[in-house]
């Protein structure tokens, strides 16, 4: 079985490993694809991010989909031949967020392909992955398991958007247009926002958010003054979802958001300076996002239901045997927005 | 008629005006009591804050209680002889926020003592007063005006405290308990918070706000360790009311706050610089507070119940003649919480 | 100028009226379209309904759209020659729920086409129209005048919508599938329900409904069997909108909602009788929803927006002159959806 | 050990029964307080209620406070000698309902002292009991026990109150003033609520809810008048709690509730008619209460803190050698709130 290691910055080796054998409540997944997460580029380009560092050989990987091959003895939910996503995510299930029905901010988290933890996590780009059978959601329609590896990154984006309430009726601002941006332009959008704006600072992606749903995008390194517009009468937006992780989106956004607004933080930054009066004065809402909890079902009906055009964001795919080729074409973004592998 | 006029930095002049006539809508006033609060100090102390300054003579003042002395043909809803509380606040009615009934972000406020607008909105700490009969809110039980004087600042305490959601069974860091942290203090236990910590820098404040429902209280130059406790486990408190403007007190609370906990920013202050990567894991719900709608009348009503423990909160009354005393009192945060003027 | 006017049941005349003039507030409208609805086909059949009774002749119609032929001496916000929808609603605009942006509750409504005040409010389904400009809502893309007829009951279904909470993710039956419930339907989808059903008496309406976006249709009358298997487990659907107005389907929905669910009855009955315990014990919401307030300038919106399959909830067009032919049509629930006039 | 056993209406027994042992992750428990309920009233009265009947003998029991005795093996969250309230809620842990933090929904739930299931769950009335160690609750402040029993009762108002939104500025009515009605005057009142009023059809109860904070009472045999005018203007509570389970109360809280107002239903009735046009006309929100989850833990802080007057409502306390005559007293409207035993 070969599985996709990262040893340090711009160490990634396509390796050989002993397939893992399937416990009582678990399944044996043949993984089919995998896609290639902001997070998996900071350990291949930076070994890590924050105090976030690799420390050990870790296998990347946590947007799969695949075929269950073989069934643990306690296992019904799901039956051999079936095309699942895999969720990523296995919180501890005792510690109080668990039992708040928060998963996503567990005590004691396990999750695929992260270095928080030491040992590490081990990730899911590999050829043969052993989950939890709750972990594993069938899709019930006919769908590609390239549509099925949006599983994750789809939940991570619609986790974002009910952060941010309802969107019925609202004029919403996507701040940054890479993957995870242009996946919440296309939530907001089939939620029903009346007017969505996508901004970024290169061309490509736009041309991506505007096919998936964007009623006007914003390349604000050229047309900053067009934006500037929407500050008009303390603001335009009801809801921003900030989607880059840098400062002057954020600060920008406070001025373009109207007052009560929500502005929804999901790109991961570092320290960010905000004039605090203005949200003070505006009564703004800031609140972050962080990954997803019931949202991974939800993401996986709504790919099935085909109601996405998920299609639109699939830019590339490689083999996995050219990993290192696909991890350098991830990394520009003139070119690509999700990047898949395959694994069979 | 007296009126206490700011020219400028430490430059306060006690002088007499002609006094005003009350229009068919409008009602004269007999002031009696004024409070001196932070914005007005500001103007006393620096001649404004940030880009707000002095340009012209104005009167200070936005907290006062005072006596229908004359009304005006219109006017059916007081009589002769009320004790009312005048809202500084006068709205344009019009705006789209005025439609929407977010009247504190009118698009073109008046507000009492103001020099966010050129002509500067004149303010109320004069012995008559002519306002408009729906800002006057008479009290239907028996009140003191010293008491009715509190009615603008409990409003935006009121305001700040309905900002964090309903406090049922909440454990509540209130960060600065002077004059409006303390009675933030107090609103927030008088609606049934669990557990209520003040924090301040100064010792004098917090035997105030333990005296108005803290259940503990923390110098945080002292026992900044303590305080640290809370952060364990991802934070400890549902809701924070940050009402220093301290950029500190901002960075610690989203330590000690729990993961979707929702952080009320209502202190002023100027640029901060704060992690952003803590809000977004956390899931923080930072949000601004600004003034008050129809809390006002809320306040009045809470005030006349005489559920509130305001006075302890009122260190000192001055009469008008002594302004610049009462003035350099208020600014003395170890011997001060409210200071008050009386006028005839 | 020609008039729809309704003396009692089954007594509808067209009339020849003297032409109105725009005073300086208001505009003069050509009206195009007019839906007829099912308030209009009470008053036709039955002179009204529960106490509500036609005591005066009164011109029927509330759901129209037409262009604007003359303006008002201070009329900014329109121009000779816009289509434009007409709210029929004016509220008062200084009761207290007007000041607290709920005007559909205001406490002294005039309301087109409306027996319930003395003298009756007239109505909309006349040629030439004389209306305030602020009920006057331009459409800003190309729309059709019959599409712009369907503003008001949109409006209507949007607010129903609404007071159900956020569809993100949400399964949702809608009980009654006639003009309103099939809007319902349409609105529900587009605002991201996950799974939508659709049920009836009737299966002309129930394709209708399959059309603008139920995934399911049922007809109770045939099917109570597939229905009911949605109760297992305490309940399937996350909201309700009971559009029928029939007691049946209320209490029928109570076993197929889940706990804690959001039922919002639209439709309007008599007295009805529910079992209290199972609101009780599964903690089931029940809600009502009357008119609309800021959704009709949404409605507008999304008319305009094309995303809305509108026209195939139009099936029969007339023109004024055989109107008594168009009320008649309206009243067969096998033929008909939105049956509606023209006028010029 | 001597359990109340009851085999039927009108017949309870004191009965020897050999004393439960704790398994690793229990405690036994010596019973102090048990507070007689209305289920149990029921039980004793008639058998049962509606379709849940005795089938077997039960013993009843739900409201209990008691010292640790024996801590199983696993148990480290408790000590010998602590004073616990013990939670009567057992839920499955892993339906659907307990997953999503509502195990109150429990799809199988086990309670104390219910005839729901059977065979039925035995209750707590007895002198030992075994209980899960996290059903028990301790007591960190100096508490009596009589206070302790309290939890449960105090739990299930908590809820109730929390279903009906936040307290802070409402004026809410309490429609039926019984143990649970006062229990959830007092908790209205401590969380802020700016005027309550609370209703009954007997004298001694209303004079209980005064004591525990309704600002006024209104016997509706007396003053049903009085009590109609707060009808006027579409009505004027913002918040009911309907605490009777009587059909006119509700019929009649449809009148006196503002529009879009919430009216918890907390007690349990039958069949009710109600005006379906009032509902919708007025967008009132109709809501069921059942049982609590996370507010037993709740309870207990509270009961702690000593803010709340539960002596108040504490009328009778019998040793458990009287408890038929407990049972008699309990059923005396004129003369008792809370019925309390006590059983070493």
């Not at 019925?168 to 959008?189: D, E, N, Q, W």
Request: aromatic residues 6%; proline residues 4%.
């Amino acid at each position: 079985m070969k599985s996709v290691v990262c040893y340090g910055a711009k160490d990634l080796r396509l390796e050989e490993q002993e397939q893992p054998v399937a416990g009582p409540d678990q399944v044996l997944i043949n993984i089919e694809a995998g896609g290639i997460c902001g997070s998996d580029l900071h350990y291949y380009n930076h070994g890590g991010f924050g105090t976030v560092r690799i420390k050990e050989p870790m296998i990347l990987g946590h947007e799969v989909s695949g075929r269950v091959a073989e069934l643990g003895s306690h296992v019904d939910n799901l039956k051999i031949g079936d095309l699942v996503a895999v969720s990523p995510s296995h919180p501890c299930g005792s510690c109080r967020f668990c039992k708040e029905a928060m998963s996503n901010q567990c005590l004691d988290m396990r999750y695929y392909g992260s270095a928080m933890r030491f040992p590490h996590v081990q990730g899911a780009f590999r050829q043969r992955l052993v989950a939890g059978a709750e972990q594993c959601h069938p899709f019930k329609q006919e769908t590609s398991s390239s549509e099925g590896a949006f599983a994750e990154p789809l939940a991570v984006a619609l986790h974002a958007v009910k952060r941010g309430g309802s969107m019925m009726g609202r004029k919403v601002l996507v701040t940054g247009s890479g993957p995870i941006g242009a996946l919440v332009v296309a939530v907001v959008k089939m939620h029903g926002a009346l007017e969505v704006v996508a901004t970024d600072v290169v061309d490509e992606p736009l041309k991506c958010a505007a096919k998936v749903g964007a009623d006007r995008t914003i390349n604000i390194t050229k047309q900053a003054r067009e934006l500037g517009k929407y500050a008009a009468d303390k603001g335009f937006f009801d809801v921003v979802i900030e989607a880059s992780g840098n400062e002057q989106a954020l600060v920008s956004a406070l001025d373009l958001i109207r007052p009560q607004g929500r502005l929804v933080q999901l790109g991961l930054g570092g320290m960010v300076t905000i004039p605090q009066n203005l949200l003070v004065a505006k009564e703004i809402e800031l609140c972050g996002t962080f990954r997803f909890h019931e949202e991974f079902a939800w993401a996986v009906a709504l790919i099935g239901s085909g109601r996405l055009p998920l299609k639109a964001l699939l830019t590339d795919v490689y083999p996995v045997t050219e990993v290192n080729q696909a991890f350098e074409t991830a990394n520009n973004r003139t070119t690509s927005m999700k990047v898949q592998l395959t694994f069979n």
